[in-house]
């Protein structure tokens, strides 16, 4: 059972920063491109970033683009995203998942429970 517990999402005004992290079990994490994705309700769901496996390629949004920056660690089944400079419309429940490069977003059949982050004046 795969299962993606995401954590770090919080409050933060315009100009702030924050780390967030996806603990990855029950898929062989280090054979698998991963990414970050995050949704407003009422919107659909956004791919921000994506990682190789191994390589460190990494494909971001243009929205977040030199203001995030994602990475991971195969040994511990985590993938992190700091994300810099955060603004209003960064606000979004943020998940992770398998992933694709260049950075989409395709079907998955699991989601995490996402973590939340607000940003505000």
């Known amino acids: 059972q795969v299962q993606l517990v995401e954590s770090g999402g919080g409050l933060v005004h315009p100009g702030g920063s924050l780390t967030l992290s996806c603990i990855v079990s029950?898929?062989?994490?280090?054979?698998?491109?991963m990414g970050w994705y995050r949704q407003v309700p009422g919107k659909q769901r956004e791919a921000v970033a994506s990682i190789h496996s191994t390589t460190g390629l990494t494909s971001y949004s243009d929205s977040v683009a030199g203001r995030f920056h994602i990475s991971r660690d195969n040994a511990e089944d985590t993938l992190y995203l700091q994300m810099n400079n955060l603004q209003p419309e960064d606000t979004a429940v943020y998940y992770c998942?398998?992933?694709?490069?260049?950075?989409?977003?395709?079907?998955?059949?699991?989601w995490g429970q996402g973590t939340q982050v607000t940003v505000f004046s």
């Open positions: 029950g898929l062989p994490f280090q054979r698998y491109i």
């Open positions: 998942n398998t992933a694709q490069l260049p950075i989409g977003v395709t079907p998955k059949n699991y």
